[in-house]
């Protein structure tokens, strides 16, 4: 049983190509054909991966960068505490009567609404 598509003359190149193999008329492939599917597969892993990573960094920045004192916020160990100063690169974090702690920017991992 073949299938019409590969049994025409368009269908076995097509076939050639994807298998990588070196044309019939025995010239090796060019340089693009052969770096084609590495670029192809790099494309994918940008759109799939990279960007959309890359974006929700940029946003979890813009919101640190917008934390004010009296936010209450999470860290990424799951305590809940209401900022009470912003330091350079720390936040002091009251999280019960009279306990403070502080804790890096980046370890904020969401705004309590």
């Known amino acids: 049983m073949s299938i019409p598509l590969l ?4 269908g076995s190149k097509l076939l050639t190509l994807l298998a990588m193999a070196p044309p019939p008329d025995g010239e090796p492939p060019s340089a693009l054909s052969a770096l084609l599917p590495f670029v192809l597969i790099f494309a994918a892993m ?4 990279i960007a959309p990573q890359r974006k929700k960094q940029k946003q979890h920045d813009k919101m640190v960068q917008s934390l004010q004192p009296g936010t209450d916020v999470v860290t990424l160990g799951g305590i809940y505490g ?4 912003v330091k350079d690169d720390r936040f002091v974090l ?13 370890s904020i991992a969401d705004q309590v609404k």
């Open 94 to 106: 009251k999280i019960a009567d009279n306990v403070k702690v502080e804790v890096t920017k980046a």
């Open 7 to 10: 049994s025409s003359d368009f």
């Open 82 to 85: 209401t900022i009470t100063s």
């Open 46 to 49: 940008w759109f799939l991966l």
